[in-house]
């Protein structure tokens, strides 16, 4: 019964939060201009960001909107890839290990977006564009992409492209800031971050769900490790997630409120705050 309750509660949690984005979404989508949009989507680690854009391209094909996502995690650096950016990095915590700006492939994703971008109402019968996967369980839960064999398969027309990611909107801070003076590490990530602006570049709209508390983060993220492992994917071990998401919490606190800050528009944007449970403030 508990554990009934526990997920009656999750899916309203999810449901309150469908319904409050495609509020916001779907207007946009009636108004006119070019197609599609593409609209990210910047959630913490273990929030549900993932979950939610299924949802949401579920209910939004129910009511006839072709829609695709993509995430940003898929562009992440091939596992060769990253040792070689952490070999040449000793003792930087935040590019030892997939996740930090710096740790994905930024030219890949360029790349993708504008293809996802060129599926609109004109493009040719047929069109397709190959989507890069991650797989995080390979390498004992660090993770690798996949070979292009097995990325995915998107075809066009599309009318919305959704872009998910922890980190996505989060723009460079001023190099004074005293948070980057006392930590060069975060340095070199803060200027690693300008490259993103690319990224940004695609994005017509920014949903941002944000906590309330950054040890939330912590525990949402060992949580959703967890389910993986009791799901029989290879996964990090308690101890090993709390380390890693520790890491990046310098980076919530320092440009979470850059990131809803001057690249878009008030009209172009949402801002919803999450709190311990998940659930809408």
Do not use: C
């Not at 940003?72 to 040792?83: A, H, K, N, P, T």
């Not at 360029?110 to 190959?130: K, N, S, W, Y």
């Not at 850059?258 to 690249?263: D, K, L």
């Amino acid at each position: 019964m508990e554990l009934d309750d526990a997920e009656t509660s999750r899916q309203r949690r999810i449901e309150q939060t469908l319904s409050a984005v495609l509020g916001w979404l779907e207007p946009r989508l009636a108004l006119p201009g070019r197609r599609p949009l593409a609209v990210g989507l910047s959630a913490p680690q273990g929030a549900g960001k993932t979950t939610l854009a299924r949802r949401l391209l579920a209910r939004l094909g129910e009511r006839g909107v072709r829609a695709a996502s993509v995430s940003i995690d898929d562009f992440y650096l091939r596992r060769e890839e990253q040792l070689r950016l952490a070999a040449a990095h000793p003792g930087n915590r935040y590019l030892e290990h997939r996740g930090a700006p710096g740790t994905h492939d930024v030219e890949l994703g360029r790349a993708t977006l504008a293809a996802l971008r060129a599926l609109g109402p004109g493009a040719p019968a047929g069109a397709e564009v190959r989507v890069p996967v991650y797989d995080k369980s390979l390498h004992a839960g660090r993770g690798d992409r996949l070979a292009p064999s097995r990325w995915a398969r998107v075809q066009g027309p599309l009318e919305l492209v959704l872009v998910e990611g922890w980190m996505l909107g989060f723009q460079p801070v001023a190099a004074e800031r005293d948070e980057l003076a006392a930590q060069p590490a975060l340095r070199e990530v803060n200027e690693r971050l300008r490259a993103y602006e690319a990224w940004h570049a695609q994005l017509d709209a920014m949903i941002f769900l944000r906590a309330d508390e950054l040890e939330d983060i912590v525990r949402w993220r060992i949580e959703a490790e967890e389910a993986a492992a009791r799901a029989g994917k290879s996964a990090l071990t308690r101890e090993q997630i709390d380390d890693y998401i520790r890491r990046f919490l310098p980076l919530y606190a320092l440009y979470s409120d850059a990131a809803t800050r001057g690249r878009w528009a008030p009209d172009r944007q949402l801002e919803l705050r999450l709190q311990a449970d998940r659930s809408l403030r």
